[in-house]
């Protein structure tokens, strides 16, 4: 079972989907059961690791003299889908400044739209869907390092 949390048009709802079985899914929304059919079967599949920035361990200063300086990491944050869907629109471009919970796509899943946001501050480096696209659960949408 999987839970998400989501607003619509500032509506707060508690999804839980229970079952999916060929393009019929189990769900219950804010303690209501519902039994969605999707137009197209939605596999099932393990959700892709999430790349999260690291912060670079600090640097000792070599013994024969002077300081070095830590660096800072070059690695990028993946902002990816939490489940299969349509993209409505695409908010960021490349070399764009963002925010952490800035939205930067909206996605459409199970007839309900999804902003989808920046889990942390920085330049939008990729940009990898455009509206139209369907994407599924885990897929990269926007890399912002």
Known sequence: MKNYKLKINGTDYNVDINEVEGQEIKLNVNGTDYVVTVDQEVKQQKPKPVARPVAAAPQVAPAAGGVQK???????????????????????????????????????????????????????????????????????????G
Do not use: C, H, W, Y
Request: proline share 4%.
């Open 70 to 144: 830590a660096n800072a990491p070059v690695a990028g944050a993946k902002v990816t889908t939490p489940l299969p869907g349509t993209i409505l629109d695409v908010f960021v471009n490349v070399g764009d400044a963002v925010k952490a919970g800035q939205t930067v796509v909206l996605l459409e899943a199970m007839k309900m739209e999804n902003n989808i946001e920046a889990d942390t501050d920085g330049t939008v480096k990729e940009v990898k869907v455009r509206k139209g696209d369907s994407v599924l659960e885990g897929d990269v949408l926007v890399v912002i």
